[in-house]
């Protein structure tokens, strides 16, 4: 079946550092891929997708890219804020399936 | 304000206690699904419906059990639960069924299950 894994966590950067979480998947076909995050307290939210190979999504300074060769889609940001410190979880779909699948969840803390 | 409610955002029940999850989306959405969050686990899928259809019973236990009255409120009945149910349980709903329509998530219920 599919699965997505990315590292764990947590991930402890100072404010303005550079930003990569990893995240791998295993899927049949050509599925979507999504990151989403959950802020302290809150439900999920998208943060970015991209629906076919080589597509960078991008959103808030974050970027990822679908990387089919390596089956990989991970994320990064250039320079982080203690108000992007949130759990990150990255995610497919599968229309095969019919859901989403998402990984474990890395814990991302900023430091000011 | 993400437009997904979900009451109550906390609840510590007894195992033999019954009681209600509520989810209520004000999005116009035609899909809604229940996933369970749990420590150190990824997400699960519980459920999901299609236009007030269920389209997708993820091999739940019995002891929870969805209702879906209309396309704007989603409900998760528990009884006879097991301490190791307790965890964050997230609604969520989408324009239609598919990748290429978002999920807006609810904030979720924190269920405690002595």
């Known amino acids: 079946g599919d699965s997505v894994t990315q590292m764990e966590g947590p991930v402890t950067l100072s404010e303005e550092a550079f930003l990569t979480i990893n995240c791998t998947y295993t899927?049949?076909?050509?599925?979507?891929l999504f990151w989403y995050v959950q802020y302290p307290g809150e439900g999920l939210q998208l943060l970015l997708k991209?629906?076919?190979?080589?597509d960078k999504g991008s959103n808030k300074g974050f970027e990822a890219t679908y990387r089919k060769e390596t089956t990989s889609f991970h994320l990064e940001k250039g320079s982080v804020q203690v108000s992007d410190s949130a759990v990150y979880f990255c995610?497919?779909?599968?229309?095969?399936?019919?859901?989403?699948?998402f990984g474990g969840g890395t814990r991302l803390m900023v430091k000011p | 304000e993400t437009g997904v409610t979900q009451t109550p955002r906390h609840l510590v029940m007894g195992m033999t206690n019954k009681k209600s999850l509520k989810c209520e989306q004000h999005?116009?959405?035609?899909?809604m699904y229940w996933y369970k969050q749990s420590a150190k686990k990824p997400l699960e899928l519980m459920f999901v419906?299609?236009?007030?259809?269920?389209?997708e019973n993820n091999s739940v236990p019995s002891r929870f059990s969805p209702e879906c009255p209309n396309s704007s409120h989603l409900f998760l009945h528990l009884h006879t639960l097991q301490p190791e149910d307790s965890a964050l349980y997230l609604c969520a709903s989408s324009q239609d069924m598919g990748g290429v329509y978002e999920q807006y998530f609810g904030p979720g219920t924190r269920l405690t299950v002595t």
């Open positions: 899927a049949t076909g050509y599925p979507s």
């Open positions: 419906y299609s236009l007030e259809e269920r389209v």
């Open positions: 995610a497919l779909f599968n229309n095969a399936g019919n859901m989403l699948t």
């Open positions: 999005l116009g959405h035609n899909a």
């Open positions: 991209a629906t076919k190979a080589d």
